[in-house]
C-alpha cells in the first residue's frame, strides 16, 4: 500500500517545485535588468545545455538513429528555435509591463491550443469551451488597453504585454511542434536538442541587437544559471515527467498557478499592484483558460 501511495506524492511534490520555479521565473528575471532581456534568454538556455551535457552523453543518440527511429529532425530544430524566439519574447516582455501581466498573457496558450486545434486538424469542441476562449480573448484585450491607461512605473506596457502575448503564440507554436516530435524521441535527446538549438537562435538574437559581444554582469550570469536550473530544467522536467500519469488537461490548467504565484511576488517584492480594471482583466482571463481546460475533456 504504501508503495501505491509513493509515486502520487512523489508527482504531487514534483508539480509542487515545478510550479513554484515557474511562479518565480519573472521576479529572477526583474533582478538581472542590468543586463539586455535577450542576453539573459540566450545565457538561460547555454546553461541548460551546459548542465544536460552530462546527463545526455552517456544515453546519447545520433542524429542517424534518432532519424531511424523516426524522429524528423527538421521539426525538432524547428520547436528549438521557436522556444527560443519564446524566452527571447517573453523575457523582454518583464522589461516593459508588470510581472502579473506578462505572466497572465503568456499562460494563455491553452486558448491558443484550441483555437489551432480547430483551425488545423477541425477538432470539436463545447459550446462552453468556446464561451472560455471568447472570454480570455476579451480580458486580454481589456487588459492591454487597462495596463496602458494606468502606465505606472513601467516603460511601455501595451509593447511589453505584446510582447508577452506573441511569447504565447510561439509557445503554441512549439507545443504543436513538439508534441508530434516527443512521440518517438526520448526526453533527454529531445531536450538537449531543443535546447540547443533555442540557445544558437537567443544568441544570435542578442548578437543582432547589440551589434557585438553581449553586456555581461555578475547579476545577469547568476540569474541565467538560475533560470536554467529552476524553471527550464526542474520546472520542464517534473511536468514532461508527471504527463505520464496526469492527464495533459489537468497539468495544462494547473499552469494557471504560474500567473498566480508570479503575481503575489511581484506584489510582496516590488509591490507591484495592478489596478482594479487590471486584476479584474487578469481574472477573467485566468477563468476563460481555467473553464476551456476543465471542459475539454468533452471534446466531441
Not at 510581472?99 to 503568456?106: E, F, K
Not at 494563455?108 to 469551451?129: N, S, T
Not at 524553471?231 to 511536468?239: A, R, V
Request: net charge positive.
Amino acid at each position: 500500500m504504501d508503495s501505491d501511495r509513493r509515486p502520487g506524492i512523489r508527482i504531487t511534490l514534483l508539480l509542487i517545485v515545478g510550479l513554484l520555479t515557474f511562479g518565480i521565473a519573472p521576479i529572477m528575471v526583474r533582478f538581472a535588468t542590468d543586463v539586455h532581456p535577450m542576453t539573459l534568454a540566450a545565457l538561460r538556455t547555454l546553461f541548460a545545455v551546459l548542465l544536460l551535457i552530462p546527463f545526455w552523453l552517456p544515453r546519447r543518440r545520433t542524429l542517424g538513429e534518432l532519424r531511424a527511429d523516426g524522429v524528423n529532425i527538421m521539426a525538432m530544430s524547428l520547436a528549438g528555435v521557436c522556444l527560443g524566439v519564446h524566452f527571447s519574447f517573453w523575457t523582454a516582455s518583464l522589461y516593459y509591463t508588470s510581472v502579473a501581466s506578462a505572466s497572465v498573457l503568456v499562460t494563455i496558450h491553452p486558448v491558443m491550443v484550441i483555437v489551432a486545434e480547430r483551425l488545423l486538424f477541425k477538432r470539436q469542441f463545447r459550446p462552453i469551451v468556446w464561451m472560455g476562449v471568447v472570454m480570455s480573448s476579451i480580458g486580454s484585450v481589456v487588459l492591454g488597453f487597462a495596463d496602458q491607461a494606468t502606465g505606472g512605473d513601467f516603460v511601455n506596457p501595451a509593447f511589453g504585454n505584446a510582447l508577452a502575448f506573441t511569447a504565447a503564440v510561439i509557445f503554441v507554436i512549439y507545443f504543436l511542434i513538439s508534441r508530434s516530435v516527443r512521440q518517438r524521441a526520448q526526453w533527454i535527446d529531445y531536450a538537449f536538442h531543443v535546447y540547443l538549438w533555442a540557445a544558437v537562435i537567443c544568441a544570435l538574437m542578442t548578437l543582432i541587437w547589440s551589434g557585438g559581444l553581449p553586456y555581461l554582469t555578475q547579476t545577469g550570469l547568476l540569474v541565467g544559471l538560475a533560470l536554467a536550473i529552476g524553471p527550464t530544467i526542474i520546472g520542464h522536467g517534473s511536468m514532461n515527467y508527471a504527463v505520464k500519469y496526469i492527464s495533459p488537461t489537468i497539468l495544462s490548467t494547473l499552469i494557471l498557478a504560474e500567473a498566480v504565484i508570479a503575481a503575489l511576488a511581484a506584489w510582496l517584492i516590488f509591490n507591484e499592484l495592478p489596478s482594479p480594471v487590471s486584476l479584474a482583466a487578469m481574472l477573467v482571463i485566468v477563468t476563460g483558460v481555467g473553464l476551456s481546460w476543465v471542459q475539454k475533456r468533452g471534446a466531441v
